[in-house]
């Protein structure tokens, strides 16, 4: 089947410009998670969905950054007034479930903020 | 709170030279430990999830393995084809600094295999 889809693939985006960054996770999956990952670096978490609930964005970097999944299924994080240390990989992954579900991982949108 | 450290940084075989990575991990209760390869420009993709001390699971060449304290990748004689970043991630139990759903991971360790 589909596998999750992050579209777009590449942004540059101008320094203070607002950007929307689209994840349409596997079909049925419940949970839904975006990840930040700098060069070199491994994923860091930013935020977690439940269905339509935003149950943790304690991994957020600022109030510039927003998730929404308002229909439990596809989810935008939106980052508003870009700064260059925005520049980086955001992974968008899902799982069946909750608890010990396997995280299966998007493409990821890479942003490169000028 | 969560921590995974891996190593070496980078490391590189020739084809058919078999090898470990390793994944040191500090999590207060471990609800599983998982091992995902990264080609460059894509996502992590999925290989193992293991779940307690003493086990092991296998798929082609790899071999994941798992005590208390670290998990190991082992590559019985690797091709190019292997060549790629290897993360290693934790999910704890909630309430221990951790979380029971979202993954800490290590940075990674880049195998280069040359033919």
């Given at each position: 089947g589909a596998g999750v889809s992050q579209s777009p693939r590449y942004k540059v985006a101008k320094r203070g410009q607002d950007v929307a960054l689209r994840c349409d996770p596997?079909?049925?999956?419940?949970s839904l998670f975006w990840y930040q990952q700098a060069l070199g670096q491994g994923p860091e978490f930013l935020t977690y969905f439940q269905n339509e609930a935003q149950l943790d964005k304690s991994g957020l970097p600022s109030d510039r950054f927003f998730a929404e999944r308002p229909e439990g299924s596809v989810s935008t994080l939106k980052i508003q007034r870009t700064q260059q240390e925005d520049s980086a990989v955001y992974l968008c992954a899902s799982s069946r479930?909750?608890?010990q579900e396997t995280q299966y991982f998007g493409p990821g949108t890479r942003l490169l903020v000028l | 709170e969560d921590q995974v450290t891996q190593s070496p940084e980078a490391l590189r075989l020739q084809e058919g030279e078999s090898s470990s990575l390793n994944c040191s991990y500090t999590v207060s209760g471990l609800r599983g430990l998982f091992w995902y390869r990264q080609d460059p420009g894509k996502g992590p993709e999925f290989l193992f999830t293991l779940y307690s001390a003493g086990e092991e699971k296998e798929k082609e060449r790899l071999k994941a393995t798992l005590t208390k304290k670290e998990s190991f990748l082992h590559i019985t004689?690797?091709?190019?084809?292997?060549s790629a970043t290897y993360l290693c991630a934790v999910k704890g139990f909630e309430?221990?600094?951790?979380?029971?759903y979202k993954l800490t991971f290590g940075k990674g360790t880049l195998l280069t295999v040359n033919p």
């Open positions: 596997i079909s049925g999956h419940v479930g909750t608890v | 004689a690797p091709k190019p084809e292997d309430g221990s600094g951790g979380s029971n």
